[in-house]
T-cell receptor
Framework: EDKVVQSPLSLVVHEGDTVTLNCSYE??????LLWYKQEKKAPTFLFML????IEKKSGRLSSILDKKELFSILNITATQTGDSAVYLC??????????????FGQGTILTVHP | DAMVIQNPRYQVTQFGKPVTLSCSQT?????MYWYQQKSSQAPKLLFH???????NEADTPDNFQSRRPNTSFCFLDIRSPGLGDAAMYLC????????????FGQGTRLTVV
């Protein structure tokens, strides 16, 4: 059975701290790994990673994938209270004619205090 | 703005009373998904449509059905909701088969009383 495991399950930090969220996976047909941010609403897309070792960056957020060791990390620098959310990692089998099932981890709850 | 819209945002239903959740999209995407997310758990895929082709996950209970009358709309029907069906139901779309990125609606939080 495909499995995606995120750690830590929850994290409490203060504004300005840097955090690293972890995602490891065991899936039979890996094509890509995606990170989403979920506040009290729909998950919003952050990054999609398909190649090992290539960092994706957007402002204070960055992510990297290691396909050999089967994990990804999401870094957030200089955290702000607006970064408080659940961060979901998902693995996709989409490619060619495969429809793109996302297998999610259970999420990391990040709380940033002022 | 093109988007995925779910209605209602909150739904309370009685134990055993059929309920329908709806999803519409203006993205013109071929693939639509329904995920169930219980409290503090990962979203779990229930089924998906590729155009009109319906695909059920093997472990989706028979109590859950879906309809997609056209490209824009998709419905989730729960025939006889039980207390264990209380969850957030997320609709998502992706542009085509083979495209990983999914766009999510805001979800419908279902409470069963």
């Amino acid at each position: 059975e495909d499995k995606v495991v995120q750690s830590p399950l929850s994290l409490v930090v203060h504004e300005g701290d840097t955090v690293t969220l972890n995602c490891s996976y065991e899936v039979t047909n890996f094509r890509s790994l995606l990170w989403y941010k979920q506040e009290k609403k729909a998950p919003t897309f952050l990054f999609m990673l398909t190649s090992s070792g290539i960092e994706k960056k957007s402002g204070r957020l960055s992510s990297i994938l290691d396909k050999k060791e089967l994990f990804s990390i999401l870094n957030i620098t200089a955290t702000q209270t607006g970064d408080s959310a659940v961060y979901l990692c998902a693995v996709s089998n989409a490619g060619g004619t495969s429809y793109g099932k996302l297998t999610f981890g259970q999420g990391t709850i990040l709380t940033v205090h002022p | 703005d093109a988007m995925v819209i779910q209605n209602p945002r909150y739904q309370v239903t009685q134990f055993g009373k059929p309920v329908t959740l709806s999803c519409s999209q203006t993205l013109n995407h071929n693939v639509m998904y329904w995920y169930q997310q219980k409290s503090s758990q990962a979203p779990k895929l229930l089924f998906h449509y590729y155009d009109k082709d319906f695909n059920n996950e093997a472990d989706t209970p028979d109590n859950f059905q879906s309809r997609r009358p056209n490209t824009s709309f998709c419905f989730l029907d729960i025939r006889s909701p039980g207390l264990g069906d209380a969850a957030m139901y997320l609709c998502a779309t992706s542009r085509a088969r083979g495209r990983a990125e999914a766009f999510f609606g805001q979800g419908t939080r279902l409470t069963v009383v």
